[in-house]
């Protein structure tokens, strides 16, 4: 499994092997890498307001 496929199951972009073994564990371990990664995407689109567009508005 490559690293773009597991990202675009954690984004919900696309569904999960159902074949793949599925313990408690790696539910908390893919849970806490989708939350990790939402908090990564959110503060790189603040940054990019605060670089492009709050400094076009304030023209």
């Known amino acids: 499994m490559g690293i773009w496929s597991q990202l675009a199951e954690y984004l919900y972009i696309k569904k ?11 539910k908390y371990m893919h849970g806490m890498n989708r939350i990790s990664l939402m908090m ?3 503060g790189l689109i ?3 307001f605060k670089a ?4 076009l508005l304030r023209k």
């Open 16 to 26: 999960r092997d159902p074949n793949e073994e599925r313990t408690q564990w790696m």
């Open 52 to 55: 492009f567009i709050i400094p």
């Open 46 to 48: 603040v940054m990019f």
């Open 40 to 42: 990564f995407l959110f």
